[in-house]
């Protein structure tokens, strides 16, 4: 379908096509990105990691994905019946629970002898506590590809083996965009505010956002700040005081975040993921302000409209230096306490082998990060693309500090509540400098 744009957005759009446009590729982005293998040394020695002798006991795999408990467990089969003497069962915590308890939980080897991590402060912690028996020099390495694994490794070991590649961005229903006359995704803030107008005018809530989840409400802020931050680490500097929320770039970001109310749903800052969620696979909405992780769920709730993803690009036209941001996350681990290394080492290893990691990926609607992987699902191919395109990788996991980026993504939460947002910065810095002390 061709464009039917207004004037305001018909010469500041490049011709950017929500399908097949490339640019640079992952390796670069994930060179640029700054939220690889830094961060503080562990202060526990690692232990070495059995990968020898014959797989056998029950492994505890210790997770937050519990839409992908079906496939995991036609994985678990197949790896029973190559080694017989060997069981996993699946340890499932909601994702928020996760990132709060997963270390109390699996220190020791109480749960988890397999285990994942999200990127960033709870990979730092867990490295940190020694819970890692290290991957280093291991055969379950080489399966991946290593431009897309450093956020597992830390001083030069590698701990841990990323295993999904997703993109942290809003999910958009293209026939909807197409009745709203885009077929092209906007390169600049005029063109994405634009967006959202042609959306509202055809009775979609053009953007729907989970203000009221703390685990997703500061997906958007990915983009957000993409292409206003002065530097790719920007998060980091806010972090050890180079910078301030109260800086220019930051209040500029807040600012974007007041213009975008009129396009969100009711009551958006108490909005669950479950409820955005619902009114996107129900056709009710243009975008979804999550990520390229909610397609399955989307897909379980019965949708059957065509996805993309499309970044709200906040700057003036040329000026955007990214058109996209990219995770690399579900940090796979083996527990160093585990009493059963060998068994949770061959898991790893089985889920590492390309046709298995392909079972995972198209079952599941996640792209992977296992070198060969053939993708089937109709997903994940819609949204291909992107793995060629110039991305960021996802700044908001560069804090460390989560009481820092809850202050600094609450500042975001406070605005859309009608907080002016020279005063959501001002109470935001007042906390970060707190927790600095």
Known sequence: MSAMSSPRSLDRRAALRLFG?????????????PGGGSGATSSASPAALATSGTPEGTVSFAHWRAED?????????????????????????????????????IQGSKTGDLFTAFRGAQFQQIVKAGVYAPL???????????????????????????????????LANTDALDKAGHTAAPTDWDGFLQLLDDLKAKGYT?????????????QLLNTMVMNNAPTDDAFTKIESGAYKVTDDWFLTTLEQY?????????????????????????????????GSFQMAGVRALGAKFPFDLVAPITTAPGKAKYEGVFNT?????????SKVQSAA???????????????????????????????????????APWLTKKTLLAPRFQFLNL???????????????????????????????????
């Open 21 to 33: 446009a490339a640019g640079l590729g992952l390796a670069a982005a994930a060179c640029a990105g």
């Open 136 to 170: 280093t020099g291991t055969d379950a390495v080489g399966a991946y590809q290593a431009n897309l694994i450093a956020p597992g490794a830390q001083a030069g070991v590698q701990y841990g083996l990323p295993y999904q590649l997703v993109f942290n961005m809003p």
């Open 329 to 337: 996350t579900f940090i796979l681990g083996v527990n160093s306490a």
């Open 206 to 218: 053009p953007l729907a956002w989970p203000g009221g989840d703390a685990a997703n409400a500061g």
């Open 258 to 290: 007041a213009q975008l109310v009129p396009y969100l749903q009711a009551r958006a800052t108490g909005s669950t993921t479950d409820a955005v969620t619902q009114l996107f696979a129900q056709g009710r909405a243009g975008l979804l302000a999550t």
């Open 403 to 437: 009481d820092i980026r809850t202050a600094v993504e609450n500042a975001t939460v406070a605005v859309v509540g009608g907080k002016k947002p020279a005063q959501a910065a001002e109470e935001a810095q007042r906390v970060i400098d707190q927790k600095r002390a």
């Open 345 to 383: 080492y061959a898991f790893l290893e089985f889920l590492g082998d390309p046709a298995n990691a392909g079972v995972y990926a198209n079952g599941t609607g996640q792209h992977v990060t296992v070198q060969g992987v053939e993708y089937t699902n109709t997903d994940l191919k819609a949204v």
């Open 69 to 105: 408990k079906a496939v995991i467990a036609d994985l678990i089969k197949a790896f029973v019946k190559k080694y017989p003497d060997a069981g996993v069962e699946q340890d499932i915590a909601p994702s928020a629970d996760y990132q709060s308890t997963a270390l109390r939980r």
